[in-house]
């Protein structure tokens, strides 16, 4: 009898004691639990089981993987496709899932059906039974485990034809080309496994996927990526790869844990075509059915960040490093979320861990410069650009960031050249060429930045920086109702930035509309009371009305919120304000 199947008895044999002496503290149930070798799963047994304390509640017949147990209860993770909660339940609500209960590759063909409408069900059902009953036959009966599974290996990728391809993971796709990547293939095998009634689980690593024969002492690994490649479970190479030596990542999956991977997989899929919300109630899925799937709580997270539900896929990357402190990718991943939601100081400590564990992944180092833009640590933010663009050559928008950074520091010649190639490895960003312009505009090279603007704004029409930042330019080359137009598109796009009713009132002054260029000064402090500039041209602007005393009153406000202000302020010395 297998490992598996053994504990999977003494499981079922356990639950029928779960109604024993209310005294009784630890159970094999329990033991089973707390040693952390055995991955149980649980069915719902009765209609409407009550969860928690907040009343909800969870149908019949749904499956959780076991989180913890103590008297007369277990502990599941139960979701909305958004939050994840660890809730209790009664014992009595559930019961134990056997291995041989869960055909994974039979789940899976049903997963590939969803997804493909045109796909006859019965039709792949039928090529995977044949396709198994000959690999079932290649294994025989005779010989040692070892030998068998050789034998499927040599069936399957020899005279069947299968090959690696990575990025195939459709089971009907996979039987129908004779390609498919690591899961796929290696639940072919857990098929014909099941036929044969050998103890082959799947085993789950870092973005990878593979089986293992387990049977008391005789355990080895199968890499379905190589040809069927039989591997030591303690080959140093395959700890490597595997990262926790001896935990959770080196576990074989009972078949009912193993379930979760064909959810994870549809997520994925669902992902990949831009359906993320379905994405997450399969992800959702896949960690209620196996909370220590570390892989499909991080592509939960990335799927909750394409929805904009920022803090949610904070708490799925906080899940991923707690599962598995090594994981590089999620602390990146974590540091843009925090990053989206403006927390910059934690974003820069997260990146700050990715780029120790990852040191070769450039979005790490991104992420960490980004942040550091954010808290306006422009020397430090420029280091970590260059590192990523160390590590990607090609990385635009590292270059772009790395341009603004330097443009903040004044290095304005240097920030040319960095914007130069973010354009020419991204032609189509318009974040890119607004800050160019940007750069060009604190050059005094007015002309050239009003035409990086125009390409900005072709590319991002709705940019309400980028329109305010080109009225600016035109107002400084004297092209004043083209910048009246471009102010009042800004201020239209976005009327709470103090700027853009700024700039819009810089330009009507240029036409000569006194009057309109102090109400939209006016408009600029009502957004932003502290807005020093809109103050200062405010009063000069009614200097020129001949409004001294109320002149006076505005450029004094400038003053007192930027004393720098003073060297700016035009009619200073007229107006008899000591500079």
Same mark, same amino acid.
């Given at each position: 009898?297998?490992?598996?199947?053994?504990?999977?008895?003494?499981?079922?044999?356990?639950?029928?004691?779960?109604?024993?002496?209310?005294?009784?503290?630890?159970?094999?149930?329990?033991?089973?639990?707390?040693?952390?070798?055995?991955?149980?799963?649980?069915?719902?047994?009765?209609?409407?089981?009550?969860?928690?304390?907040?009343?909800?509640?969870?149908?019949?017949?749904?499956?959780?993987?076991?989180?913890?147990?103590?008297?007369?209860?277990?502990?599941?993770?139960?979701?909305?496709?958004?939050?994840?909660?660890?809730?209790?339940?009664?014992?009595?609500?559930?019961?134990?899932?056997?291995?041989?209960?869960?055909?994974?590759?039979?789940?899976?063909?049903?997963?590939?059906?969803?997804?493909?409408?045109?796909?006859?069900?019965?039709?792949?059902?039928?090529?995977?039974?044949?396709?198994?009953?000959?690999?079932?036959?290649?294994?025989?009966?005779?010989?040692?485990?070892?030998?068998?599974?050789?034998?499927?290996?040599?069936?399957?990728?020899?005279?069947?034809?299968?090959?690696?391809?990575?990025?195939?993971?459709?089971?009907?796709?996979?039987?129908?080309?004779?390609?498919?990547?690591?899961?796929?293939?290696?639940?072919?095998?857990?098929?014909?496994?099941?036929?044969?009634?050998?103890?082959?689980?799947?085993?789950?690593?870092?973005?990878?996927?593979?089986?293992?024969?387990?049977?008391?002492?005789?355990?080895?690994?199968?890499?379905?990526?190589?040809?069927?490649?039989?591997?030591?479970?303690?080959?140093?190479?395959?700890?490597?790869?595997?990262?926790?030596?001896?935990?959770?990542?080196?576990?074989?999956?009972?078949?009912?844990?193993?379930?979760?991977?064909?959810?994870?997989?549809?997520?994925?899929?669902?992902?990949?075509? /831009? #359906? &993320?919300?379905? %994405?997450? @109630?399969?992800? =959702?899925? !896949?960690? +209620?059915?196996?909370?220590?799937?570390? $892989? *499909?709580?991080?592509?939960?997270?990335?799927?909750?960040?394409?929805?904009?539900?920022?803090?949610?896929?904070?708490?799925?990357?906080?899940?991923?490093?707690?599962?598995?402190?090594?994981?590089?990718?999620?602390?990146?991943?974590?540091?843009?979320?925090?990053?989206?939601?403006?927390?910059?100081?934690?974003?820069?400590?997260?990146?700050?861990?990715?780029?120790?564990?990852?040191?070769?992944?450039?979005?790490?180092?991104?992420?960490?410069?980004?942040?550091?833009?954010?808290? /306006? #640590? &422009?020397?430090? %933010?420029? @280091?970590?650009? =260059?590192? !990523?663009? +160390?590590?990607?050559?090609?990385?635009? $928008? *590292?270059?772009?960031?790395?341009?603004?950074?330097?443009?903040?520091?004044?290095?304005?010649?240097?920030?040319?050249?960095?914007?130069?190639?973010?354009?020419?490895?991204?032609?189509?960003?318009?974040?890119?060429?607004?800050?160019?312009?940007?750069?060009?505009?604190?050059?005094?090279?007015?002309?050239?930045?009003?035409?990086?603007?125009?390409?900005?704004?072709?590319?991002?029409?709705?940019?309400?920086?980028?329109?305010?930042?080109?009225?600016?330019?035109?107002?400084?080359? /004297? #092209? &004043?109702?083209? %910048?009246? @137009?471009?102010?009042?598109?800004?201020?239209?796009?976005?009327?709470?930035?103090?700027?853009?009713?700024?700039?819009?009132?810089?330009?009507?002054?240029?036409?000569?509309?006194?009057?309109?260029?102090?109400?939209?000064?006016?408009?600029?402090?009502?957004?932003?009371?502290?807005?020093?500039?809109?103050?200062?041209?405010?009063?000069?602007?009614?200097?020129?009305?001949?409004?001294?005393?109320?002149?006076?009153?505005?450029?004094?406000?400038?003053?007192?919120?930027?004393?720098?202000?003073?060297?700016?302020?035009?009619?200073?010395?007229?107006?008899?304000?000591?500079?």
């Amino acid at each position: 009898m297998s490992t598996y199947r053994r504990q999977t008895v003494a499981l079922i044999l356990a639950a029928t004691a779960w109604g024993g002496a209310a005294g009784e503290k630890e159970s094999p149930f329990d033991r089973a639990l707390v040693s952390g070798r055995t991955l149980v799963t649980v069915e719902i047994a009765a209609d409407e089981t009550p969860v928690g304390d907040g009343g909800a509640t969870v149908a019949k017949g749904r499956r959780f993987g076991v989180v913890a147990a103590e008297d007369g209860r277990v502990r599941i993770c139960v979701s909305d496709g958004e939050a994840l909660r660890r809730e209790w339940i009664e014992r009595d609500r559930v019961r134990v899932v056997s291995d041989d209960e869960v055909d994974v590759a039979g789940e899976a063909l049903r997963m590939a059906v969803a997804l493909n409408p045109e796909a006859d069900a019965d039709v792949c059902r039928r090529r995977l039974d044949a396709l198994v009953d000959r690999l079932a036959e290649a294994a025989g009966t005779e010989g040692s485990a070892r030998e068998r599974v050789r034998r499927i290996g040599r069936r399957l990728f020899g005279a069947e034809g299968y090959t690696y391809r990575k990025g195939v993971k459709r089971l009907d796709q996979v039987l129908a080309r004779k390609q498919g990547d690591c899961v796929p293939l290696s639940l072919i095998y857990l098929a014909a496994a099941r036929r044969l009634r050998m103890p082959i689980h799947l085993v789950t690593w870092p973005s990878h996927v593979l089986v293992r024969y387990e049977h008391g002492p005789d355990r080895f690994n199968i890499e379905t990526t190589e040809r069927g490649e039989i591997r030591n479970v303690d080959d140093p190479i395959q700890h490597r790869r595997g990262r926790v030596a001896g935990g959770i990542h080196c576990m074989a999956l009972p078949n009912p844990r193993a379930l979760g991977i064909v959810y994870h997989v549809w997520g994925a899929i669902l992902s990949q075509r /831009g #359906r &993320h919300r379905e %994405a997450c @109630e399969r992800f =959702a899925r !896949a960690v +209620e059915i196996n909370p220590r799937d570390a $892989e *499909a709580h991080a592509l939960w997270g990335a799927a909750l960040h394409k929805l904009a539900r920022y803090d949610a896929a904070c708490a799925r990357h906080a899940d991923v490093v707690a599962i598995d402190p090594q994981h590089g990718e999620a602390n990146i991943r974590w540091a843009f979320a925090l990053n989206r939601l403006r927390r910059y100081g934690e974003a820069a400590a997260k990146a700050a861990r990715a780029t120790e564990l990852a040191p070769a992944f450039a979005d790490g180092w991104y992420a960490w410069a980004y942040a550091l833009t954010r808290l /306006g #640590r &422009h020397a430090e %933010a420029c @280091e970590k650009f =260059a590192k !990523a663009t +160390e590590h990607h050559r090609r990385f635009a $928008e *590292a270059y772009a960031g790395w341009g603004g950074s330097l443009t903040r520091l004044g290095q304005f010649a240097e920030a040319d050249r960095k914007y130069a190639k973010a354009a020419l490895f991204d032609p189509q960003s318009g974040r890119t060429y607004g800050g160019w312009g940007y750069t060009l505009a604190q050059m005094g090279k007015h002309a050239e930045a009003c035409e990086k603007y125009a390409k900005a704004v072709r590319l991002n029409p709705k940019d309400a920086r980028v329109l305010n930042n080109w009225g600016w330019a035109l107002a400084r080359l /004297g #092209r &004043h109702d083209e %910048a009246v @137009e471009k102010c009042r598109q800004s201020v239209k796009l976005d009327a709470t930035r103090a700027a853009s009713h700024h700039s819009l009132g810089v330009a009507l002054a240029g036409q000569g509309k006194l009057d309109a260029a102090c109400a939209a000064f006016a408009d600029a402090v009502k957004v932003d009371p502290r807005h020093a500039l809109s103050y200062a041209d405010w009063g000069a602007t009614l200097a020129r009305l001949g409004r001294r005393a109320e002149a006076l009153e505005k450029l004094d406000r400038a003053l007192a919120l930027d004393p720098d202000l003073k060297g700016y302020v035009p009619y200073c010395t007229s107006l008899g304000v000591p500079q």
